[in-house]
């Protein structure tokens, strides 16, 4: 099993910017792809952005260029910087773990943490 606590969230103004972190414990070293996926009120829950063992990235378009993704095998944890938010932004991001690939969602998530863009 692969447990998963996020942190990070919160109230921020728009063009301004917040730092997630998911640190994993467990059996870590089964997860092979790490990020972070977010639903907002009455949509379906989408890929933000993940990142693999072997360095590889992947983002949805719409935050390339203001999200980033990155990891810290030391502490294993994964953290998603996140700059130029918009209210359209506003979610629950779920940090996820998939042991297999990085093109779906893995098994293994967190509890969600709120992020909301307002003026």
């Known amino acids: 099993q692969v447990q998963l606590v996020e942190s990070g969230g919160g109230l921020v103004q728009p063009g301004g910017s917040l730092r997630l972190s998911c640190a994993a414990s467990?059996?870590?070293?089964?997860?092979?792809?790490e990020g972070w996926y977010r639903q907002a009120p009455g949509k379906q829950r989408e890929l933000v952005a993940m990142?693999?063992?072997?360095?590889?990235?992947k983002y949805a378009d719409s935050v390339k260029g203001r999200f980033t993704i990155s990891r810290d095998n030391a502490k294993n944890t994964v953290y998603l910087q996140m700059r130029s938010l918009k209210p359209g932004n506003t979610a629950v991001y779920y940090c996820?773990?998939?042991?297999?690939?990085?093109?779906?969602?893995?098994?293994?998530w967190g509890q969600g943490t709120q992020v909301t863009v307002s003026s």
């Open positions: 996820n773990a998939n042991p297999f690939a990085m093109a779906t969602a893995g098994p293994y």
């Open positions: 467990g059996k870590i070293f089964s997860i092979y792809a």
């Open positions: 990142i693999t063992s072997d360095g590889r990235l």
